[in-house]
Each structure stands twice: as C-alpha cells, then as structure tokens.
C-alpha cells in the first residue's frame, strides 16, 4: 500500500481558486468510488472534506468540489480565503493486497 | 454529537507494546454499520492508516504492520483498543482514532502523541 502522491504545495491568492492532485493506482484511486479528503490545520486533527470522490459531509462549504479522472482524484478550492491556509490530505479504499485506506503524501495550500 | 479521545501513554520505550484506548460518546459501537479506524501521523509527516474495526468485530489491518498490530472493541465500555507491539522510534506519532462514515472518516478524536525513546 504505497502512499498516494500529491504535489508538496500549491498556492493561490485570495479569490482565486486551486486545485490539488492525488494520483494513485487501478488498485486504490482508479478501482473505486471511495477517495475522500482532509484538511488540517496545525496541531490540530484532520477534517472531512470530501468523501465518495465528490460528496461533500453537511457544514462543509461548497467552494470545496472533488472529482476523479482515472487513477488521480483532484480537488478544488474556489474562492480561496485566507482560512484555507492548511495541509490537505487525501485518502482511498484499496483492497490491491488486502482491504485497507491509503493516504496521499500531503499538500501544503498556502494563501499569498 | 458523536466524540471520539483517544488515551494512552506519552512515553514508550523501545521494544515495550504500547496500548491506546479511544472511547467514543454520543453513539454505540454496537450500532450496525459502526466501523472504527486508528490512523497514525509522525511530527511533520502524512497521515498513515493502520487499522478497522466493525460493529461485528470484523478487523482489518495495515498489511505493513500487521504482524505488530491489534485492535479491539469492549462494547460495554464504548472504547476501541489499539496494542501494537516491539515499539521503535520511528513510531513516534500522533495516534487518532476516527470513526468512519462507509470508506471515509468522518469524526476524529484529537490525537494522543506517542514518543518512543529509552
């Protein structure tokens, strides 16, 4: 189960929107509906954020949209502001050798 | 609303087995369909998944730690219990329990950190 690979960092100014890879393979990202992602702030637990590619839990503000394409995943962050300054993680079912998640290598979203 | 804190050691030493306790409040781990992760975070690095499990006691594992790792539930206590064995310094993480919503995870406790030193 090798992690996922996401960019180290993106960035963006306010407003603007970014969007994050997560690229895996047949055997977890591209083999099934179950890739979700976290934000997380320092020292602070991981938040759910997306989950089933695209679907976001309630509370959680629609200017964050996943979708995937194959074996990557991406999500989106539109109308960045300054609160979305956190490392992102995203994670996928996999059952290549054994049922089990994987999560992505992190990506650091920095607010310019 | 459901809460998830984890319990444990601060410190190990090498080669001790380190125990974590995670008792959730607001629902039952009986409830059908309850499943139950433990995911680890070392400082500065990514999140890494190390085991599930179900409300029929179903156990799932990290096939990278398998043979260190064990997970338990005591329903009448409403806790999940993570033993992993012959602890190293490079177990040194934050452990977070997290309750799952089908194959994501969608409540966490707020982590224990775990150091492993002599």
């Known amino acids: 189960q090798s992690a996922l690979t996401q960019p180290a960092s993106v960035s963006g100014s306010p407003g603007q929107s970014i969007t994050i890879s997560c690229t895996g393979t047949?055997?977890?990202?591209?083999?099934?509906?179950?890739v979700s992602w976290y934000q997380q702030h320092p020292g602070k637990a991981p938040k759910l954020l997306i989950y089933?590619?695209?679907t976001r839990p309630s509370g959680i503000s629609n200017r964050f949209s996943g979708s995937k394409s194959g074996n990557t995943a991406s999500l989106t962050i539109s109308g960045l502001q300054a609160e979305d300054e956190a490392d992102y993680y995203c994670?996928?079912?996999?059952?290549?050798?054994?049922?089990?998640?994987?999560f992505g290598t992190g990506t650091k979203v920095t607010v310019l | 609303q459901v809460t998830l804190k984890e319990s444990g050691p601060a410190l190990v030493k090498p080669t001790q087995t380190l125990t974590l306790t995670c008792t959730f409040s607001?629902?039952?781990?009986?409830?059908?369909?309850?499943?139950a992760s433990w995911v680890r975070q070392p400082p500065g690095k990514a999140l890494e998944w190390l085991a599930r499990?179900?409300?029929?006691?179903?156990?799932f594992y990290s096939s990278s730690l398998k043979t260190r790792l064990s997970v338990s539930k005591d329903t009448s206590k409403n806790q999940v219990v993570l033993t992993m064995t012959n602890m190293d310094p490079v177990d040194t993480a934050t452990y977070y329990c997290?309750?799952?919503?089908?194959?994501?995870?969608?409540?966490w406790g707020q982590g224990t950190m775990v150091t492993v030193s002599s």
């Open positions: 047949s055997s977890d990202v591209g083999g099934y509906k179950y």
């Open positions: 994670s996928s079912y996999t059952a290549s050798s054994t049922l089990g998640y994987v």
């Open positions: 607001g629902i039952s781990l009986s409830t059908n369909a309850m499943r």
């Open positions: 089933e590619v695209g």
């Open positions: 997290a309750r799952h919503l089908v194959n994501a995870f969608d409540i």
């Open positions: 499990i179900d409300w029929n006691d179903d156990k």
